[in-house]
């Protein structure tokens, strides 16, 4: 967080720091939690509406599929789920096959297409048993073929007659994991095979990359006919969201205190994640400095928490390396035969060794390794840029860590 806005929201709080307000529930405040009332959102929640809700309330199947974007917190998770759950029962009187499948790729181990399918036949264990090919299928096991686990779900969808609408949240993060679009590909086209049926599939992807839809190839996107950009929240909405909020979890919410708060946020990350939190901290804390480092923690537990288990070893890699670096710094040797800094090539070398003495991951080739860095880069865990080492020595990658390395190693051992 920019240090300018960082000392206007302590003066700010020094002034109100003195209110009482109590914690009587902290659930909504520190958890993603389905608050039952969506705040604004009225723009994205009529195109939803129109391509959605319309259909399904209409007794008839969505058409096509639906493509979402924008930041951490911009709810996109939420009102997908809300709405949903909010029009279950009146969908199920018309369409009683209606299933609306929920799977985060962050919460799959290695969320390759197969998994991710598995999850959702999972789902629909319920209605086997089934035949294919004058076999029965009478559970879901493990097969860790994505071919084998789409049939059995475009069976389960002809055979049943199901209305699925399936949310694939994060979905990036498979395209990541498998190095392929190939995965949305795969289902927006099974939804073609049943077109003109009164049953089908829906597929909703929700993804906080904006590069990733203008990349993929003309054949996939234009299966999907819809797509949207949540977009940042004002402080004006931030403040009523956390108003909102407070009703549930506050015993005497203090106006003043939830604007400041929404004024900070949307002048950083426009988060209601960020906003709840650094209520909650505030409060618990009772002090804005100790609140926004709590924040801090708290956000970069988030980010940890979604990583792969390469990016994990490769940050493994980077804490030892800086420490290595840090000790050398305080041994009274030479200067020049000090590492000033961390170089991508001596993390990649431990990297190496890591991966080699573990049984966790197989090592990656060098240019892999550099995709990872720019990953942990743009989540803000580590600086990664390239500078002169000296006269006549050329260049070289340099890691910082962008927060404290005990933090990073903390959260990094810590049970998701
Ligand atoms: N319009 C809103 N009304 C009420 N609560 C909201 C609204 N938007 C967000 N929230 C709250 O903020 C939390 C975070 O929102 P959400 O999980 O939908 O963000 P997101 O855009 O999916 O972020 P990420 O990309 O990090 O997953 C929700 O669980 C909910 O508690
Ligand atoms: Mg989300």
Redesign the pocket.
């Known amino acids: 967080m920019p240090k300018d806005i960082y000392m206007l929201m302590r003066m700010c709080f020094k002034v109100v720091v003195t209110v009482s307000m109590r914690v009587i529930n902290s659930e909504?405040l520190v958890?993603?939690?389905?608050?039952p009332?969506?705040?604004?959102?009225e723009s994205e929640r009529k195109k939803i509406d129109k391509y959605i809700f319309s259909y399904l309330l209409d007794g008839k199947q969505p058409l096509g599929s639906y493509y979402v974007t924008?930041?951490?917190?911009?709810?996109?998770?939420?009102?997908f789920?809300?709405m949903f759950e909010n029009n279950r029962t009146r969908i199920k009187q018309l369409l009683p096959r209606f299933e609306c499948i929920y799977v985060n790729a962050v919460e799959i181990r290695t969320p390759s297409s197969a998994s991710i399918i598995q999850e959702i036949n999972k789902s629909l264990e319920h209605y086997l048993p089934l035949q294919i090919d004058g076999e029965t299928i009478n559970r879901i096991k493990n097969w860790k073929n994505a071919y084998v686990q789409m049939n059995i779900l475009k069976n389960l969808i002809r055979q049943r007659e199901l209305n699925l609408v399936i949310i694939i949240?994060?979905v990036e993060k498979i395209v990541q994991y498998e190095k392929d679009d190939g995965f949305i590909y795969a289902l927006t086209n099974i939804r073609s095979e049943f077109i003109g049926k009164n049953y089908g599939i829906f597929t909703i992807f929700?993804s906080?990359d904006k590069s990733l839809f203008k990349k993929l190839p003309l054949k996939t996107t234009s299966r999907i006919p819809f797509d949207d950009n949540?977009s940042n929240?004002r402080s004006g909405?931030l403040f009523e969201?956390l108003k909102?909020?407070s009703k549930y979890s506050l015993d005497e919410p203090n106006d003043e205190i939830l604007i400041n708060i929404a004024n900070s946020i949307a002048s950083t990350s426009s988060?209601?994640?960020d906003a709840?939190r650094l209520l909650y901290n505030f409060i618990e804390l009772g002090d804005m400095e100790k609140a926004l480092n709590a924040l801090d923690r708290d956000t970069l537990w988030?980010d940890i928490r979604k990583l792969n288990t390469q990016q994990r070893v490769v940050l493994f890699a980077i804490i030892q390396g800086i420490r290595s670096v840090r000790e050398q710094q305080k041994r009274l040797i030479p200067t020049r035969y000090k590492e000033r800094i961390l170089t991508s090539k001596r993390a990649y070398s431990i990297y190496c060794e890591l991966a080699e003495n573990g049984e966790l991951i197989k090592k990656t080739s060098w240019r892999t390794f550099q995709r990872m860095l720019q990953s942990l880069r743009d989540m803000d865990i580590i600086r990664y840029e390239k500078v002169s080492i000296g006269r006549g020595k050329g260049w070289a990658g340099m890691i910082e860590p962008e927060c404290n390395v005990d933090d990073i190693e903390f959260l990094l051992r810590k049970k998701t």
């Open positions: 909504p958890d993603d939690w389905l608050c009332e969506i705040v604004d959102r924008g930041n951490s917190g911009s709810g996109k998770t939420f009102v789920k809300r949240d994060e929700i906080n949540f929240y909405d969201v909102i909020f988060s209601v994640r709840k988030d």
